[in-house]
């Protein structure tokens, strides 16, 4: 119905532009039919015309049917194993920003789908706890200064047979004691993002910084400012969408057609227009579950924008490497049984003319311009381009192409109608192809 639509809606469209300068009237000294009541009788009756298949158009004809035109592609069509399949991203390309250490958020940095970097601070989180460690550390210099001031003090005593071996064990234990727990405790203020030279009574920090693990975009939000999160609960995850994995399902009576290295297409189910690529890494040893398909991974190749992890998509494999001749699916129209394709040429079409004697009086001109600007935009729309309708042969189609053979030869560079063909073949149709 859209379709039938569109055609109605063009013919009224090209009639109405064709008729802009066509209007004669008797007597301005175009012949209009005259030669035609003088041929014989005979003559005419045996006169059969071939079916037309030149027709031109103005430009302001194709810019207003929206008419484009492109060079015949060479696409890989033929054998295509389709799979249903999706996106996915490798655990080792996914991170959890999490905190070593319990404690409530205070605030939150990036919010779902932000890209963040590598060490990007994502969110704060406060606990009295971590105070009380900076603090330990501070005072644990002094008991060091004074567990080494005693151990000294046993030492002499010891070496002057004036004290117990047994004081001088005890203190070096205290000492290293003392040691053991201070070297910890800068250990884990490292790991807390706080640097131990630089804590002081006056600097003691009360939130720990969570900072991202991974370049990548934000997937996922587990917190919110208030909750609490300890070792177990991440704050958000991170996908790294710029190392995407294509996981197909293929069946099994297609399994031998599929090698590493082969290039995939695919398009998502949301979203057809846009088609991506990929290439076979890896083909997997096993059934997947009640499926009875195997898992095929191919790493996404090209353009990756707009593709998220868990996407779904539909993808082709070409069984061989064969590359046809194909054009849009628009570009071929059918009549009488038979494809047909419109190509840009030289060639009139029959009955047009370019020596007919068009006399216009000053006051009965089709057309007024008021300055020779305006004349030449308008001579400009004027202008006709002339396109054949060649005849194909339809091959496979896939991917919004179809595999087509000319029935005759086509030069290489040959410009071709890629989209609008119904357009033209509709005035084509129309006018049987006959330009006045």
Sequence with gaps: MNIII??????????????????????????????????EPEEAAGHEEAPATITSLTEAQIKATGITLGNIEYKNLTAIIKAN???????????????????VIKTLKVQLGDYVQKGQVIATIENPQFIQLQEEYLT????????????????????????????????????NALRTRKASLQKQIQLMGINPNKISTSNLQSALLVTSPVNGTVSNEFAKIGSYVDVSSPVVEIVDNGLLHLDLQIFE?????????????????????VTYTAKVFKIGSSFENESKTIAVHCTVTGNKKGLIDGMNITGMISAENAVVPALPNEAI????????????????????????????DEGEAGHEHKNEAEAGAHAKEQQSINFEKIEVAKGVSDMGYTAITPVTGLAKDTKVVTKGAFFINAKLSNTGGHEH
């Design 253 to 273: 009576r297609d399994l031998p057609y599929v090698k590493e290295g082969q290039t995939v297409n695919f398009i998502l189910t949301n979203n057809p227009s």
């Design 6 to 39: 569109k055609i109605s809606l063009a013919l009224t469209l090209i009639s109405l532009l064709n008729s802009c300068g066509a209007k004669h009237e008797a007597g301005d000294g175009h012949n209009h039919g005259a030669e035609t009541s003088k041929k």
């Design 333 to 360: 129209v059918e009549a009488d049984g038979k494809f047909y394709i419109f190509v840009q040429t030289a060639k009139e079409a029959e009955g047009v003319h370019d020596d007919h004697d068009h006399t216009h």
């Design 140 to 175: 644990l210099g002094s008991r060091i200064t004074l567990a080494e001031q005693e151990m000294q003090r046993q030492r002499e005593l010891n070496e002057g047979n004036a004290g117990a071996t047994k004081n001088l064990q005890s203190a070096t234990a205290e000492l």
């Design 85 to 103: 399949g999706a996106l996915r991203v490798p655990n080792n390309n996914k991170a959890n920003a999490t905190s070593l250490y319990g404690g």
